[in-house]
């Protein structure tokens, strides 16, 4: 029955998603985590879901000329550089030892 579930609730966020363009994240992880699934599991899990549909959805539209290559490139320059910061800082131990994750 838990199986079913849960490809129902990846049925119905892939469906909002498609009717809406609304970012599956803000669905999956809380969804994730009424399964019962601890905060990391349900943050990691829905990540790697979210790569591998992305990554469809993306070469379909390059497929289809509706990507600005420049804009990724200047988007990336920012967005990237700060990604790989903010995951040195997370795996510093003090910082995993601060308050923030108490």
Known sequence: MEFLLHIIAGASVGFAIGLTGVGGGSLMTPLLLV???????????????????????????HRMGNVDWKVVFILALGSIPVSILLHMLVLNPQFQDSAQFE
Not at 42 to 58: E, M, P, R, V
């Open 35 to 61: 399964f019962g699934y601890p905060a990391p599991v349900a943050i990691g899990t829905d990540l790697l879901y979210a790569s591998i549909t992305k990554a469809g959805g993306a070469f379909a539209h």
